[in-house]
């Protein structure tokens, strides 16, 4: 079982519709949940950070975090086609490393 | 103010072959971490280095190997290179410390094709 699982979509939805994403882990010592966004031939971009449980807003995304069950989420609203991209989430126990999901692709067609 | 530098942008190389990737940091981070992507995967660890010293290791063979410079740049040597090797090659650095909590700033990645 990978440690942090991602569903790889593709995913399409229509410009001005809202994009869930998520992701489950297993390993209980994750404190530190990010997502990136990754478009075709170039490195990740930090989109957001968030400790522990609870929810976090800037803009259009919401990142959502339950640390009971393991499960956290990413949403984005009225998406935009420069929305389309991958979207990686990522973990870290505050030790040196982080551990990605395979990443969803997400087109927002116009 | 410049990002994460990588070079070369893409490499081609021969099986058995060794190659070697280079990172510049953001200036001001002192931290450098390698990771790998295979195409449809997401970001592997390989290396982090802090202050020029090692502090972590992915599982990823004896064939792999790093360093950081003084200037705190970074090499990535892979030696006896597999098919299997072929991969985008991420650099990304940190202002803090060796710790990954606050999430990495990357590179642009060496995308580079064993064959």
């Known amino acids: 079982q990978k440690e942090v699982e991602q569903d790889p979509g593709p995913l399409s939805v229509p410009e001005g519709a809202i994009v869930s994403l998520n992701c489950t882990y297993s390993?209980?010592?994750?404190?530190?949940f990010m997502w990136y966004r990754q478009y075709s031939r170039k490195g990740p971009e930090l989109l957001m950070y968030t400790y522990s449980s609870g929810n976090k807003e800037d803009g259009r995304f919401t990142a959502q975090v339950d640390k009971s069950s393991k499960y956290i989420s990413l949403f984005i609203r009225d998406s935009q086609p420069s929305d389309s991209a991958t979207y990686l989430c990522?973990?870290?126990?505050?030790?040196?490393?982080?551990?990605f999901g395979a990443g969803t692709t997400v087109t927002v067609r116009a | 103010d410049a990002g994460v530098t990588q070079s070369p942008t893409h490499l081609i190389k021969t099986r058995g072959q060794h190659v070697t990737l280079r990172c510049s940091p953001i200036s001001g981070h002192k931290s450098v971490s390698w990771y790998q992507q295979v195409l449809g995967q997401g970001p592997q660890f390989i290396f982090q280095y802090y202050e020029k010293e090692e502090r972590g290791r992915g599982n990823f063979p004896d064939r792999f190997s790093a360093r950081q410079f003084p200037n705190y740049s970074s090499e990535l040597n892979v030696n006896a290179l597999l098919l299997g090797d072929s991969a985008l090659y991420l650099c990304?650095?940190?202002?803090?410390?060796?710790?990954?909590?606050?999430?990495?700033?990357f590179g642009s990645g060496t995308r580079l094709t064993v064959v």
């Open positions: 990522a973990m870290s126990a505050a030790d040196y490393k982080l551990s």
């Open positions: 390993n209980s010592a994750f404190q530190y």
């Open positions: 990304a650095s940190s202002r803090q410390g060796a710790q990954a909590m606050y999430g990495y700033t």
